[in-house]
């Protein structure tokens, strides 16, 4: 797919076929370095995110600023967060623990 340049700096679309009907829609996407590297990430569609090049452009500044995360550190994010203890979880490792707890106690059986 070829990149097409905008008038934002930063800022560059790919072709792509449209979400729910027919033809082609652009792929807004975004680049900028973070910590050193090189990032490129996607800014949204067209039609489906109503995404124009300024808004591109704001998301762009926003990720440069640190004031919007970028798509990998809410992945992260909601990694973590599916390994947190909850109430669920919890109470499964306790039972589990007071199982093989309680097996331990009464030896071998025979």
């Known amino acids: 797919m ?6 934002y700096p930063g800022v560059f679309y790919r072709l792509v076929d449209r979400l729910g ?3 082609q829609e ?4 975004v680049v900028f370095k973070k910590d050193g590297k090189l990032v490129e990430e996607k800014a949204g569609r067209q039609y489906a995110n109503r995404m124009t090049e300024g808004k591109a452009s704001r998301i762009r500044a926003q990720l440069i600023e640190g004031r919007r995360k970028t798509r990998k550190e809410m992945r992260e994010e909601a990694k973590a967060k599916d390994t947190r203890w909850t109430f669920d979880r919890l109470a499964a490792a306790y039972f589990e623990s007071l199982e093989a707890t309680l097996q331990e106690l009464q030896g071998p059986v025979g």
């Not at 070829?2 to 008038?7: E, L, S, V």
Request: net charge positive; no cysteine.
């Open 2 to 7: 070829k990149r097409h340049q905008t008038k």
């Open 21 to 23: 009907g027919p033809g």
């Open 26 to 29: 652009r792929m807004y996407y």
